[in-house]
């Protein structure tokens, strides 16, 4: 597991390369395992007697971190060590196994962003872990191998500050680079794809696929009239991003109609191209058989815009000879976004700190309908580290001593609530896990079935008495675990904790009132946002908090309802109340544990002098070594370009300012279309009328932002290089996307170009890669060109695009052999489907208002994109 092995300051100065050392589990693929040395294996001995004394945290760690299947088939997992080298003109990673042989060596300057991500948890059921992808030319290994390199970090705030230093020697998607010096290019480009696969029906059933020739993706169906058989099997699906895997969803047993409802979020990700989703069927002793697949163009996709469906399974056999063998229903949204310097968001980043942060969710939600902003602007508070006193002081407002705020505290969905919901889920992310998710895995994966009620088991007084004593069994794990890591709470929910404790006190004046339960009333309103709304939320669906992997059965869902209405139950304070008659059994477990809870509360709503490098003061600075990278990204930022500088997340937390506020930029756009076309709050809503008309003014930077670079790309300098010039937009004539519902989209008065690369970016990039091919040493096997990544010098386009490669002119990294990277598909990240009142209010740059503007618009037919 990863282990800080160097906790001094780095080694690297201006006079000598700069080095960072880290521990880590390296998953190795069987292929390339064939010239290590075999694992060292402990001796049964020491194996046995270790079973014998702890035999459940054997379990609970198999249960979790077992790898049950791989993306590249059977592999293991073996320590290594990672040694990252800045050489001023390149940056490489090393990875020893055994610490002394050389697995891999990566060359981190030739990769891009998008090449560095975060891996899904359920690729092999394992927290913490990154992904590098690479080509033949931007690696060297004693063995071929063209998958990506997994790491798995001992914790998240070790893997979140690798991630961010691998990412700041890759180059970021900037466009525009190599002829705007000032701020080092135009813009940079954000893709994200959240997916949910729901669940599947008449799987294994064959039918006649009616498909389109034409069709570039699967077709949503309304509903397959045609009646089968129901076939009973286990079925997963693996989820792939331009060809390349990303997750996969548990094995569920199911008569053709399996259930998943398992969600997905792949962020950072590379210009998109398709997504397929593969439908397996498990079978016990057997290969995993291949039912039929899913592909989906990502690119006929309207931006931010939900489409949810049942999708044809198809089995391969050519267009004419498709079989289609059932269906799943999938819920998918496609973002990309355009984010400007920062400086370009001064204006609208100071119009939301002149007002608290949970006033302009309240507008979000209310004017403009908005449910999913209200993370950007947390993130954005919690960036400028104002997040938990924007709380405070609108508690203020809202619990002010009458019923209604009592009803607001343990009843209420209210801003106030739910932005606590947020913010707990933010920062107790770790210290939920380390409360619950042990021993929630333990059992689910010992498949504990708990039933006290006669009526829904059907059994006598013993089954249910044995029943009882088995729930106060595993409410007793569920709360020792708890109470064990009270300390581990974080300093911000201290804070927040505390001062809910102490409102209540003042408002409802507890402290003399001669009533028992007045006084516990602080107590109780830590607890209806520590247990209510945040731990009990994660024994009931541990699924959706990262807990457990997929939704629990059944009778595994029973028992976790059970135990979390008995620790509901403790943090009400009140043993006396089950409605349940079967529930009364367990009031000797809460009465001997209400002082315990008691203490608890106490102690996550006291906040404890912050020590930077204790590791559970519940705060991500107690690594040594990401306050080594901090210090190593203000030393080399100075010699960045603005836009590559701003491309590289803020740590702890991995945020990115900018990005989150075009995200808010588009969101606003679109919605204040649509929900106020004719400006009706612009009256009694100043605040929300400058803001959409901020929004506005940034849409104009952006469109004249990518039209300028979509001249540059038009202008007939490129001819003179021998570059293939093929466009990468859809044609107005084609037909619309069959994997959305068709709709009606208004005209628009400009045409929404692509994020197209300029001509300069391909000469230069061209010329720098001959000249400086040679500096980097090459993998001695020949590797198969289809194989090879996006990104890289012997890159064969396989589908419609133009490459270009961004100029690092720092001095750094003048010399530093850069790739060509491929064209945006879209920019469609702040298009809007208004209706003509709404279209209206589109303000156009002025350099596309003149006459030969219109003109050029016609020339430049294949470059431009309508949507």
Same mark, same amino acid.
């Given at each position: ?20 050392? =880290? ?51 059977? *592999? ?99 466009? *525009? ?28 059933? #064959? ?32 989820? #792939? ?50 039912? *039929? ?79 999913? &902003? ?15 006193? @924007? ?72 089954? =249910? ?43 409802? #004046? ?35 908090? *990262? ?6 059965? %059944?009778?595994?869902?029973? &028992? ?55 590791? #559970?003061?519940? @705060? ?33 937390? =991995? ?62 300098? %490129? ?59 090459? +993998? ?43 064209? +945006? ?11 003509? %009142? ?30």
């Amino acid at each position: 597991m990863s282990e800080i092995l160097d906790p001094k300051q780095p080694t690297g100065t201006s006079n000598g390369p700069r080095e960072f050392l =880290v521990s880590v589990e390296l998953y190795v693929p069987t292929v390339a395992s064939f010239g290590l040395r075999k694992p060292v294996v402990p001796r049964r001995k020491t194996e046995t007697s270790k079973a014998e004394e702890n035999p459940k945290s054997l379990k609970e760690k198999s249960s979790w971190i077992s790898v049950a299947r791989t993306p590249a088939g059977a *592999g293991q997992w073996r320590p290594a060590t990672c040694k990252l080298m800045d050489e001023d003109e390149s940056c490489s990673l090393n990875i020893y196994v055994e610490e002394t042989i050389l697995y891999q060596t990566i060359y981190v300057h030739m990769l891009n962003h998008t090449d560095i991500r975060l891996a899904d948890s359920s690729l092999f059921l394992r927290k913490n872990c990154m992904a590098l992808a690479s080509a033949g030319g931007q690696r060297w290994g004693s063995s071929v191998n063209t998958e990506p390199i997994y790491f798995q970090f001992e914790d998240p705030d070790m893997c979140n500050t690798w991630l961010v230093l691998l990412r700041s020697y890759s180059k970021p998607e900037i466009y *525009g680079q190599t002829f705007v010096s000032r701020g080092g290019g135009l813009y940079r480009m954000w893709r994200q794809v959240e997916l949910s696969i729901l669940q599947g029906r008449n799987l294994g059933n #064959h039918f006649k696929a009616q498909t389109d020739a034409n069709a570039s993706s699967a077709t949503l169906s309304e509903g397959d009239p045609r009646e089968a058989d129901p076939v009973d099997l286990d079925a997963f699906c693996e989820i #792939h991003l331009n060809d390349n895997i990303c997750a996969r969803t548990t094995v569920k047993k199911g008569i053709g109609s399996p259930d998943w409802h398992e969600n997905f979020t792949f962020s950072d990700l590379p210009p998109f191209e398709t997504l397929e989703v593969t439908v397996w069927r498990e079978k016990r002793l057997l290969k995993p058989m291949l039912l *039929g697949s899913v592909r989906i163009a990502l690119t006929n996709f309207r931006r931010s815009e939900a489409v949810e469906g049942w999708f044809p399974v198809i089995q391969a056999g050519g267009v004419s000879n498709s079989i289609q063998v059932g269906e799943i229903r999938m819920k998918l949204t496609v973002d990309e976004e355009i984010i400007l310097p920062h400086n370009s968001y001064s204006d609208l980043l100071t119009a939301i700190r002149d007002r608290n942060v949970l006033e302009w969710m309240s507008d979000f939600e209310r004017r403009l309908h908005l449910r999913t &902003s209200s993370y950007q602007l947390m993130c954005i508070a919690i960036a400028k580290n104002i997040l938990v006193e @924007h709380i405070t002081e609108y508690a203020d407002r809202e619990v002010d001593g009458t019923p209604s705020s009592h009803n607001t505290i343990f009843r209420g969905n209210t801003t106030f609530t739910k932005t606590m919901e947020l913010a707990m889920a933010f920062y107790g992310k770790a210290f939920l896990e380390s409360s619950i998710g042990s021993t929630i895995r333990r059992i689910c994966s010992e498949k504990i079935a708990i039933e006290v009620d006669p009526v829904r088991s059907g059994k006598g007084p013993k089954e =249910v008495e044995r029943g009882v004593d088995q729930l106060i069994h595993w409410s007793q794990e569920v709360w020792n675990q708890i109470y064990a890591v009270r300390s581990q709470c974080p300093h911000e929910l201290r804070r927040l904790f505390e001062h809910v404790r102490k409102l209540v006190e003042k408002r409802y #004046h507890t402290k003399d009132s001669q009533d028992a339960q007045s006084r516990e009333l602080p107590w109780q309103s830590v607890s209806a946002f520590c247990f209510l709304r945040f731990i009990v939320p994660g024994i009931l669906h541990p699924h959706l908090f *990262g807990l457990y992997p997929g939704l629990p059965s %059944a009778h595994i869902q029973r &028992s976790l309802t059970l135990i979390a209405k008995v620790i509901q139950s403790l943090a009400n304070l009140n043993p006396n109340v089950q409605k349940e008659e079967f529930m009364r059994g367990i009031k000797d477990f809460l009465k001997q544990n209400l002082p315990a809870m008691v203490d608890y509360i106490l102690v996550v709503s006291t906040p404890i002098p912050l020590d930077p490098y204790s590791p #559970h003061s519940g @705060h991500p600075a107690h690594s040594h070594q990401r306050l080594d990278v901090v210090s190593s990204l203000h030393e080399r930022s100075t010699t960045m370009p603005v836009l590559e500088r701003e491309s590289i997340p803020l740590l702890p937390h =991995v945020l990115d300012i900018p990005r989150h506020l075009a995200c808010i930029t588009s969101s606003v756009l679109r919605s204040a279309r649509s929900a106020d076309p004719k400006g009706k709050f612009s009256e009694d809503n100043q605040h929300l009328s400058g803001l959409c008309a901020q929004c506005f003014d940034l849409e104009d930077q952006s469109l004249a932002r990518v039209s300028q670079l979509a001249a540059v790309e038009s202008y007939p300098i %490129a001819l003179k290089w021998d570059i293939p010039r093929i466009t990468s937009t859809v044609s107005s004539a084609a037909p619309p996307s069959p994997a959305s519902p068709s709709k009606i989209v208004e005209p628009r008065k400009v045409s929404r170009p692509c994020t197209a690369p300029s001509s300069s970016d391909l000469s230069a990039a061209d010329h720098r890669t001959a000249s400086s091919g040679n500096r980097i040493p090459s +993998s001695p096997v020949p590797h198969d060109l289809s194989s090879l990544r996006r990104g890289s010098v012997s890159d064969i386009p396989s589908s419609p695009k133009v490459l270009s490669s961004p100029e690092d002119r720092s001095p750094r990294a003048i010399n530093r052999p850069r790739f060509l990277r491929p064209k +945006s598909i879209s920019a469609d990240s702040i298009s809007s489907f208004a209706s003509p %009142a709404g279209a209206q209010s589109l303000r156009s740059p002025p350099e596309l208002q003149d006459e030969a503007s219109r003109k050029r618009k016609n020339v430049l037919q294949g470059i431009l994109t309508k949507r």
